[in-house]
């Protein structure tokens, strides 16, 4: 098969990944193999090939929001049938038994391992997941839109909830608006929130507005009104200060990256006092995707896509 293979951390203006034939992947027992339709590219990704993550694997095939077809089993499947549409997100594997596991809190397990890191993803024409991680695609959604839900759209959904935010009308910040965050907005606006983005890109902050965010703007000491909570999708450690000095009493910021720069120092009374908190978001459950896929499919959302061919995935 054809794959975008991954020999060694290298910057991506370098085209590290290398247009290769590989010998097609088998499923072991309880594997699937799909035949790969689409694979959305997360930030996680280049995380994985410019070596902001420690190197797990190599060579590796990255891409970790991965949708094709079902075309192979291994043994002992018993859910998934030949012909069945499916996601594969991040999380891979669990221990299934350790303290977190059992307790709701599979995302935490030491033992976790991941797609596009740990195994080979899907930056290939094949892949191959545990039965027990891949996710059936609600009808309605297409493969292209559909695949950013499955990192972007899940890391999104668990950092809304770290945020606890109130049933309806909360007012949420949002530091970097890129692919997560501009799901996070269409869901949160599904729940009547009022959204305030902070970005720099002016680009980004006119499709903001046209999403219907309240407020856009480069500087967070311009907001025009505290928030009850916020979520930072910019992996730079400086923006968190700034999202917690915009918060009100009692409010929460969620940290939704895998890898940030460090955190400056923070002054308790001025960043923390009055009940202020930081969260910080691990990964994620599967029960986290399947709430996500399924509250995105009532709520009709939509990313916005541009399409390139898997030979060109380092331009994209």
């Known amino acids: ?14 085209s590290p990944l290398v247009w290769t034939e590989t010998p097609e992947p088998s499923p072991g027992p309880g594997e699937v193999r799909l035949k790969v339709r689409c694979c959305a ?18 060579p590796i ?14 043994q002992n499947c ?4 030949l012909g069945t549409r499916i996601g594969v997100a991040w999380l891979r594997h669990t221990c299934g038994i350790c303290r977190f596991c059992t307790t709701g809190r599979e995302n935490l397990c030491e033992s976790s391992c991941y797609t596009g890191y740990h195994a080979d993803g899907g930056f290939a024409e094949y892949a191959v997941v545990p039965e027990d991680f891949a996710y059936e695609i609600p009808p309605g959604y297409d493969d292209v839109h559909v695949a950013p839900l499955l990192c972007a759209g899940i890391i999104g959904y668990r ?18 608006f890129g692919s ?10 599904r729940r009547g929130h009022q959204i305030y983005v902070v970005t720099r890109g002016e680009s980004h902050q006119r499709l903001a507005r046209e999403m219907g965010a309240v407020w856009c703007g480069a500087d ?58 930081i969260h910080p978001v691990t990964a994620n459950t599967r029960e986290d995707g399947r709430e996500l896929l399924a509250e995105a499919a009532v709520s009709e959302v939509r990313p916005h896509t541009v399409i390139y061919p898997l030979q060109e995935a380092n331009r994209a």
């Open 41 to 58: 590219i997360c930030r996680t990704d280049l995380h994985v090939i410019e070596g902001d993550l420690p190197a797990e694997k190599r």
């Open 180 to 189: 997560s965050a501009h799901i996070v907005l269409q869901l949160a606006r």
């Open 78 to 81: 018993k859910r998934l049938k």
């Open 220 to 277: 967070s000491s311009q907001l025009p009104a505290r928030l009850d909570a916020a979520i930072v999708f910019a992996p730079i450690g400086a923006v968190v200060p700034a999202a917690l000095a915009a918060l009100d009493g009692g409010g929460k910021v969620a940290l939704a990256g895998i890898q940030m720069t460090p955190i400056p120092q923070l002054d308790y009374q001025f960043h923390l006092f009055r009940e202020r908190d």
């Open 1 to 14: 098969m054809k794959a975008m293979l991954l020999h060694g951390t290298a910057a991506i203006e370098t």
């Open 159 to 176: 950092a809304m909830k770290r945020c606890d935010l109130s049933p309806f009308g909360a007012k949420l910040g949002i530091f970097g």
């Open 61 to 74: 095939i990255p891409g970790h929001q991965i949708v094709g077809i079902v075309d192979k089993l291994g």
